[in-house]
T-cell receptor, first 114, second 112 residues
Framework: GENVEQHPSTLSVQEGDSAVIKCTYS??????FPWYKQELGKGPQLIID?????GEKKDQRIAVTLNKTAKHFSLHITETQPEDSAVYFC?????????????FGKGTKLSVKP | NAGVTQTPKFQVLKTGQSMTLQCAQD?????MSWYRQDPGMGLRLIHY???????DQGEVPNGYNVSRSTTEDFPLRLLSAAPSQTSVYFC???????????FGPGTRLTVT
């Protein structure tokens, strides 16, 4: 079945450094790729998303890149701050009969050390 | 707007008991979904609905039932709880499939 692989599972960086999280997906019909941030004890919150007709999207310190040929997309966080510490999930939309439903990666726990 | 609300926040059940997890949204979203989150497993789709009166199965539907009688509410029923259903459950809603999903705060369920 459809699958989304996410790496790394944990990531520790110094405040001010950049962080990169990578995901690969299997369904060539996927066309929507959101990233969610989950703080402890809370529900996931969308931080940025990208559609298949765009190769890159930026929002202040956060950017997402998409390579449809290679079926992978990445989250880039620059100038990391302690409040960026959280679990981050990538997701990809499914095609076929489940079109639009999301498959999530297993998450990356990001720790930003002051 | 309250967004997506879930009740209860915590629940402990004994094996074999039944219960309903409540989910409501006030954003007039057509699409609603239930996920379970287990350590190291990410979020897995249980059931979803594309509108009132329409529901369908997701990736892990066994042991769960849903209904969608109104646009606002999407309850999840556990018919006979099992320890394997110990998890954190999240409800989410959006204007449609493939659109931004808004998540509720979650229900932490323990089945003993």
């Amino acid at each position: 079945g459809e699958n989304v692989e996410q790496h790394p599972s944990t990531l520790s960086v110094q405040e001010g450094d950049s962080a990169v999280i990578k995901c690969t997906y299997s369904d060539s019909a996927s066309n929507y790729f959101p990233w969610y941030k989950q703080e402890l004890g809370k529900g996931p919150q969308l931080i940025i998303d990208i559609r298949s007709n765009v190769g890159e999207k930026k929002d202040q310190r956060i950017a997402v890149t998409l390579n449809k040929t290679a079926k992978h997309f990445s989250l880039h966080i620059t100038e990391t701050q302690p409040e960026d510490s959280a679990v981050y999930f990538c997701a990809a939309s499914m095609g076929g009969g489940s079109q639009g439903n999301l498959i999530f990666g297993k998450g990356t726990k990001l720790s930003v050390k002051p | 707007n309250a967004g997506v609300t879930q009740t209860p926040k915590f629940q402990v059940l004994k094996t074999g008991q039944s219960m309903t997890l409540q989910c409501a949204q006030d954003m007039n979203h057509e699409y609603m979904s239930w996920y379970r989150q287990d350590p190291g497993m990410g979020l897995r789709l249980i059931h979803y609905s594309v509108g009132a009166g329409i529901t369908d199965q997701g990736e892990v539907p066994n042991g769960y039932n849903v209904s969608r009688s109104t646009t606002e509410d999407f309850p999840l029923r556990l018919l006979s709880a099992a320890p394997s259903q110990t998890s954190v459950y999240f409800c989410a809603s959006s204007y449609g499939r493939g659109r931004e999903q808004y998540f509720g705060p979650g229900t932490r369920l323990t089945v003993t």
